[in-house]
T-cell receptor, first 109, second 118 residues
């Protein structure tokens, strides 16, 4: 199982861009990189997923270098409501996916 | 609307009792998962099932049991052997992708069940 490493916490201000990097040195050829967001007392919510290069959707961008040993979640112009825990997962659907402790993002005004 | 339903939202257990947490999905997903989350911690995998009548242990399966008799349902029983059951339990599901497929599907989560010991 690929293991991921991400910062325990990050602080930001409203309107700033936030980049959270995740290391996954043992990623396998078939593995995808998926990011989730979790608010207190709720289940995690899917944000974005990618395999290589760059993926963008309406809420975030995901940057994956050619060696795929790391990935960076980019949140443009964060707001107070983006305060949450962000998890980086590596694996394939239907297998045992490891969440880890995630990154706690705190956004201040 | 399709989704995952966990019930109850709050559950209390007396010492020595077994309790069962319900998880139902109408997303037609093959794979289902159970996670445990302790305060300030990430999610730890208890059990997962890739197909009906089959399931695999996760990292912390001791003191828990599951069944997968129907595709839609994956109940978790917290047995009296689980010495520290107080936690937030999350159920998830996803489409399973077989070997050789370069595509993936994210997990969908329920709203969780918070279990406490009386």
């Amino acid at each position: 199982l690929a293991k991921t490493t991400q910062p325990i916490s990050m602080d930001s201000y409203e309107g700033q861009e936030v980049n959270i990097t995740c290391s996954h040195n043992n990623i396998a050829t078939n593995d995808y990189i998926t990011w989730y967001q979790q608010f207190p007392s709720q289940g995690p919510r899917f944000i974005i997923q990618g395999y290589k290069t760059k993926v963008t959707n309406e809420v975030a961008s995901l940057f994956i270098p050619a060696d795929r040993k790391s990935s960076t979640l980019s949140l443009p112009r964060v707001s107070l409501s983006d305060t949450a825990v962000y998890y980086c997962l590596v694996g394939v659907a239907g297998t045992a996916l490891i969440f880890g402790k995630g990154t706690t993002l705190s956004v201040s005004s | 609307d399709g989704g995952i339903t966990q019930s109850p939202k709050y559950l209390f257990r007396k010492e020595g009792q077994n309790v069962t947490l319900s998880c139902e999905q109408n997303l037609n997903h093959d794979a289902m998962y159970w996670y445990r989350q302790d305060p300030g911690q990430g999610l730890r995998l208890i059990y997962y099932s890739q197909i009906v009548n089959d399931f695999q242990k996760g990292d912390i399966a001791e003191g828990y049991s599951v069944s997968r008799e129907k595709k839609e349902s994956f109940p978790l029983t917290v047995t009296s052997a689980q010495k520290n059951p107080t936690a937030f339990y999350l159920c998830a599901s996803s489409r399973e992708v077989g070997r050789g497929y370069y595509s993936n599907q994210p997990q969908h989560f329920g709203d969780g069940t918070r279990l406490s010991i009386l």
